[in-house]
């Protein structure tokens, strides 16, 4: 730097430099201006720091020049800076409005109330599409007209034009008038004026238009329905939810004595009987609409009298209740018709009998009664062998009546009922007892005092005797003549509250069950199975201590009490005096059939609640007996509780797991013993507790075949395995003869829809259905060998095959192989456990192997697990093997791997 310059001088060049430098480099406007300014102000103080120094030689004046030059260039680009920013916010300026008027474009048109802008005169500028829509017309043929003159009637067109001027005037205007459509029809608007106002401009205004035809129509109806509430002669009340009347009309007023004005705000109550009414809350009103009622309302002065009430509960628009509106009728007169009318149909009533009854008539100030011939005749008494005295009537009246009958007369004397009538017997000339109806009504002084009653004597034996008849059908079994269920639990009751007064008193209960008498009813017929449970009935009466009492419950059910039990020894002998007497076959159509039953025995005591409760562990232990081969007896003990809330709990748990998921499907294959390769898999069921764990089958398994859940269980077995069986037959197409066997119960074999539940297991996986094999146990099928046959059959039909699982275990009768066409047989597993090359099980599974190769029924040995059982079905010829010394059950990914290996040539060594 120069030294001939001031150094304040060279600062504000240097300042004013880089000023200039920020304001080029900076990005920010308000920065970038800001820098200019600075520049500008220091690039000139500096110029004028200069002018006092003019004498100094060399450079000064082109210094001085640059230095200007510089400022005024800071000036320049200041300048062109602002401009910009007034151009760019003129231009936001014009975006902005634009973007307004769109706006207020889409909402003038999405309004759906008639919009019209008028000018500072009244023509209209512009309208929206509601304007047309309401008036009908189009925005070309009303632009410039006068809007008044448009649609205000002739009448009217004063006060239109007053009303837009206010507007435009600067008033907001709000009324409802009356305007004309296109073509010459009235609608009624509401409208709603505002003027506009831009400054420069001359004035204009905002109308809307909005149809009220609705609601005027509405108001004028609701006037109508309000004029006549008013002047009906019904009395309404409206109130709100906590009871307060809000409403009344002059008639309910009028009928309690007060004026609406002191009622309005009230409890409702104020008109019910002090004690009687019981307010409602909001949850019971909002469960009810309408509800009718009889009761007594109370005057202004305390006196009561009759209504007839009907209320209904006022909803809003949401549904819910915001008030209850009651009308209310005096039914005083009402009440005094039907009780003249009453006693009138008694006295013509009284008339009618006369032809078959006969009459008394019986004057109370002279004591004499006048009896017409047929109430003599009823008797057996011809006329002049009655007389006239009351102690004709009375005397002849059983002793087990009179206190009743005199009782019931001296109550209605005293006017304590309203009429005579009670039901009693009387003595017949021929000395037995015949049942009457005696009916009667006194005659009254005005004092209330009877002076006279009349009345009629009904002969009513023979429906005394339906009611007999019908007392002992409600109370004894119509097929064996022995108490009901009913009759017995009545004096089951009885002997429980004995127990509890008495100590040392107990009594028992005998649930009977007849073992198989359902194939007795099939076999030889209902009639047949009818008169067995008479002869059964009749040997277990005989079976019975004095005061024992034994009923039949339903079927071939029978329930025995035995009373006043010494000793719990005692039940026992009753149970095998019982299975005694079933020892010799009852005579039945000329045969002799053999019958058994299986019985359960619970004695009362600590821990027994009810005689219901006694009854259900008598049959627990009768299922217990039955579970544990018939014919025999079982004494019911706490276990068998325990074992049934383990039932019922297991259920649930089962039910749980068929929902939840928790069962699946393993697959334990099945080995020709001639190519040692695998030709089908047996699908078992396994149950993942998800506390327990794996629960064994033969844990759960009874239990669904108990409870019926296998049905819901083994339809979701049938269609796993099949869509399980397609997917293996898709990966392994060379396999074309494996299968896969299901286990179908005795309860799926039943369901009537059997058929169309393997049909749609079939279509829904997509598999073949030779490739479906249905395991039925040989139980199952003798079990009613009747209705399996066709079953079967029609499964056969399908394509599937059937096979008899554990052949062998039951009492199995060899025709019914033949009998059901069966293609595979599987020997139970208990044979083949004690295979040892001779002895009767080898002799007896070589016999079932030959039969069934005589018969082209292939065999299955079920439950292979040693060397040396393997040899011998070997020996004997057997075909397959199934059991834990080929595999254990397979997860489905390991059956893949094992196909896989089949595919590959592998086989069984």
Known sequence: MSPFLPLSFAALLAAGVWALLLSVKSGDGYRRALALVVAAVALGTAARQLVPTADVVGGRAALLDSVAALATGALAILALYLLDRIVARQRHVERHLEIQKAYLEDLLESSTDAIVLVDHGGCILRINGAFTELFGHGAREVEGAPLDDLLAFTDQLRSARAATRRMIAGDAVELESVRRRKDGTPIDVSVLGAPVRVPGEPAAAFVIFRDITRRMQVEAAFRRLEKAVETMQLGVTVTDLDGRIVYMNPAEAEMHGYAREELIGKDVRIFAVPGTAKRMTPEQIARIGTWRRESTNVHKDGSTFPVQLMSDVVRDSDGNPIGIVTTCEDITQRRLAERALHESEQRYALAVRGGNDGLWDWNLETGEVHYSSRWKAMLGYGEGEIGNA????????????????????????????????????????????????????????????????????TDITKQKGVEEQLAQEALYDKLTGLP???????????????????????????????????????????????????????????????????????????????????????????????????????????????VSASIGIAVSGPGVEDPEQLIRNADSAMYRAKAEGKARFELYDRGMHERAIALLNMEKELREALRGGQLRLVYQPVVSLDTKRVTSFEALMRWEHPKRGEVPAEVFVPVAEETGLMVSMGRWALRRACLQMAEWTRRFPVLRDLSVSVNLSAKQLKQPDIVDQVREALREGGLEPNRLRLEIAESALLDDPDFAEPTVQRLRNLGVQVQIDDFGASASSLSYLSRFRIETLKIDRSFIRELNGSGDRTALVQAFITLARHLGIHVVAEGVETSEQLATLLDLNCEHAQGFLYSQPLEPNEVGVLLERETNGGAWH
């Open 390 to 457: 009351p102690s004709e009537w009375l005397e002849r009246v059983h002793a087990d009546d009179v206190a009743r009958v005199t009782a019931e007369l001296e109550a209605h004397r005293a006017d304590r009922s309203p009429s005579f009538e009670v039901e009693h017997r009387v003595l017949h000339s021929d000395g037995s007892y015949r049942w009457v109806l005696a009916r009667g009504i006194a005659e009254r002084r005005p004092d209330g005092k009877p002076y006279r009653i009349a009345g009629s004597l």
């Open 484 to 594: 009901n269920r009913a009759f017995l639990t009545d004096i089951l009751n009885r002997c429980h509250l004995r127990m509890k007064r008495r100590k040392g008193y107990a009594f028992a209960v005998l649930f009977v069950d007849l073992d198989r008498f359902k194939s007795v009813n099939d076999g030889l017929g209902h009639a047949a199975g009818d008169r067995l449970l008479i002869e059964a009935g009749r040997r277990f009466q005989r079976c019975l201590r004095p005061g024992d009492v034994i009923a039949r419950l339903s079927g071939d059910e029978f329930l025995i009490l035995l009373d006043d039990l010494k000793d719990s020894r005692d039940a026992s002998r009753v149970a095998e005096r019982i299975q005694q007497v079933l020892d010799t076959p009852i005579p039945v159509d000329g045969r002799e059939v053999a």
